[in-house]
């Protein structure tokens, strides 16, 4: 059974930076394309990012423009989504999602097909 396991999320002070990372197993990442979701306490699932396969195209949600990058080695069946300039806004559960097909970037969570279990981001002073 494919299996995505994220790691990287923690209690950070505001201006801060984490790094989120996703690590497939039991499917090929170049296979997919990969986004990213976040789900605050009271409040539904946000899409925050995607990229394709191979890096090749990338799309982020306004609010995070110019502070998160995503990213991902094909190699090493990793992806990663890099966060800077945190706010207190940003404080939620971050999920990382495939969805089947090199070149599909998606902000629909419903076409996604495996989920990782979620990693809580806290952005805190």
């Known amino acids: 059974q494919p299996q995505l396991v994220e790691s990287g999320g923690g209690l950070v002070q505001p201006g801060g930076s984490l790094r989120l990372s996703c690590a497939a197993a039991g499917l090929l990442l170049d296979e997919y394309g990969v986004g990213w979701f976040r789900q605050a306490p009271g409040k539904e699932r946000e899409w925050v990012s995607c990229?394709?396969?191979?890096?090749?195209?990338?799309e982020q949600i306004n609010s995070v423009k110019g502070r998160f990058t995503v990213s991902r080695d094909d190699t090493k069946n990793t992806a990663y989504l890099q966060m800077s300039s945190l706010k207190p806004e940003d404080t939620a559960v971050y999920f990382c999602?495939?969805?089947?097909?090199?070149?599909?970037?998606?902000?629909?969570?419903?076409?996604?097909?495996?989920w990782g279990q979620g990693t809580q981001v806290t952005v805190s002073s």
């Open positions: 999602a495939t969805v089947p097909g090199r070149t599909v970037c998606s902000r629909r969570s419903e076409e996604y097909r495996y």
């Open positions: 990229q394709t396969s191979r890096g090749r195209l990338s």
